[in-house]
T-cell receptor, first 114, second 114 residues
Framework: DSGVTQTPKHLITATGQRVTLRCSPR?????VYWYQQSLDQGLQFLIH???????AKGNILERFSAQQFPDLHSELNLSSLELGDSALYFC?????????????FGNGTRLTVT | DQQVKQNSPSLSVQEGRISILNCDYT??????FLWYKKYPAEGPTFLIS?????DKNEDGRFTVFLNKSAKHLSLHIVPSQPGDSAVYFC?????????????FGKGTKLSVKP
């Protein structure tokens, strides 16, 4: 158990809809990262928050947004969903701001857009 | 543009033998490298890391080798065990500049046969 909690585990929704994925980092971790894993793809970095502030953006679509709350949990909002958004979405946390320490991943949310 | 490449999608090894997983990278700014292991329905789990100031790091049965001139790293598992069967991801980051986030390869699926 990594200590990172993601909810829900599975989500099935229709095209055009909006969903919110939730992540609770490990206790004491200030950094939260979101990654997307599509079929046959590696983990694609989406966005990084540190202590409530956005630190870096990767390949995140404009239809997607995220935030980190004062209690350090994070939400990833996906809107105007398309079939191609179907993927595994992972949240990861770490104590530090940058990558000189390993990330700890949750078990992911599997999003299916029909 | 794939900055971290794992050119072998799969690898099959006999129990007790050595498993060698390879990874190439293109960005010379990368200075921190990690290997993650992923079982089905779980998030990636950190395995071992290496800083660019080293060329080898060992942890039990796992050893990571880094060849900076070739921009190549490898993970050796000796001896391989059936429980090692999983997808292995190579990841890299640059501690300087804005690219402080992990870039992952697409993974290599290791099967260790009894």
């Amino acid at each position: 158990d990594s200590g990172v909690t993601q909810t829900p585990k599975h989500l099935i929704t229709a095209t055009g809809q909006r969903v919110t994925l939730r992540c609770s980092p490990r206790s004491g971790d200030l950094s939260v990262y979101w990654y997307q894993q599509s079929l046959d793809q590696g983990l694609q970095f989406l966005i990084h928050y540190y202590n409530g502030e956005e630190r870096a953006k990767g390949n995140i679509l404009e239809r997607f947004s995220a935030q980190q709350f004062p209690d350090l949990h994070s939400e990833l909002n996906l809107s105007s969903l398309e079939l191609g958004d179907s993927a595994l979405y992972f949240c990861a946390s770490s104590r530090q701001e940058f990558h000189n320490s390993p990330l700890h991943f949750g078990n992911g949310t599997r999003l299916t857009v029909t | 543009d794939q900055q971290v490449k794992q050119n072998s999608p799969s690898l099959s090894v006999q129990e007790g033998r050595i498993s060698i997983l390879n990874c190439d990278y293109t960005n010379s700014m990368f200075d921190y490298f990690l290997w993650y292991k992923k079982y089905p329905a779980e998030g990636p789990t950190f395995l071992i890391s290496i800083s660019s100031i080293k060329d080898k790091n060992e942890d039990g049965r796992f050893t990571v080798f880094l060849n900076k001139s070739a921009k190549h790293l490898s993970l050796h598992i000796v001896p391989s065990q059936p429980g090692d069967s999983a997808v292995y991801f190579c990841a890299a980051s640059a501690s300087r500049g804005s690219q402080g986030n992990l870039i992952f390869g697409k993974g290599t699926k290791l099967s260790v046969k009894p």
